[in-house]
């Protein structure tokens, strides 16, 4: 099972003492996403809702390195509201890996969220000139700080693109066999009956 990554929110940190709190969408319900012109997606209102609760997601930034923050320890939370996916989290202001992005976050350098993701339901509409999938329930992974919102996931989701095409043709080729079966069938008990 590989992840697909997508992103492109912005997030909020604030700076408190020796915290460094920092929330933010990491997902938003119902805005289509252009997947590297092969297909538009769309996350469907409470498709983390097993996922929250379930999937041991950690923080990271640009998906990579050591979790800041993880929701196994409780010190990330998530939640899901009419916008989206939230994440909030309070950092140790001490933490080298924290200290390294504070700067780059007040700046605005460093200013995106993203998530990393498995689709476990999704829809295919293909009737457009352009395949539109809506991810209806998703495992989750991680949520990050990005530097540039990265559709880096585009091959992997070109091979989800690829699976449904290969179903829906198996599906409608086990229903030709099956009418051109049945035809056969009813032909031969009209031979032998006629």
Do not use: C
Request: charged fraction near 30%.
């Amino acid at each position: 099972m590989e992840r697909e990554v997508r992103g492109g929110i912005a997030a909020e940190i604030r700076a408190e003492g020796n915290e460094v709190r920092v929330a933010g969408y990491a997902a938003v319900f119902g805005q289509e996403t252009d997947i590297g012109g092969y297909f538009r997606e769309v996350i469907a209102p409470g498709a983390f809702d097993e996922a929250i609760g379930r999937d041991d997601v950690v923080f990271l930034i640009n998906h990579d390195g050591l979790p800041l923050a993880r929701t196994r320890s409780g010190t990330l939370k998530l939640t899901q509201d009419d916008k989206g996916l939230r994440m909030e989290t309070v950092l140790d202001a001490e933490d080298p890996d924290v200290q390294s992005i504070i700067p780059k976050m007040k700046r605005g350098d460093l200013d995106k969220m993203s998530f990393a993701f498995w689709p476990e339901v999704q829809e295919w509409d293909e009737s457009g000139d352009i395949p539109v999938r809506t991810i209806r329930k998703a495992r989750l992974f991680d949520v990050s700080i990005v530097t540039t919102p990265a559709y880096d996931g585009t091959s992997i989701a070109l091979r989800s693109l690829d699976q449904h095409r290969l179903d829906t043709k198996r599906k409608n080729f086990s229903a030709a066999a099956m009418r051109h079966r049945l035809k056969m069938n009813l032909r031969l008990r009209g031979a032998e009956n006629g």
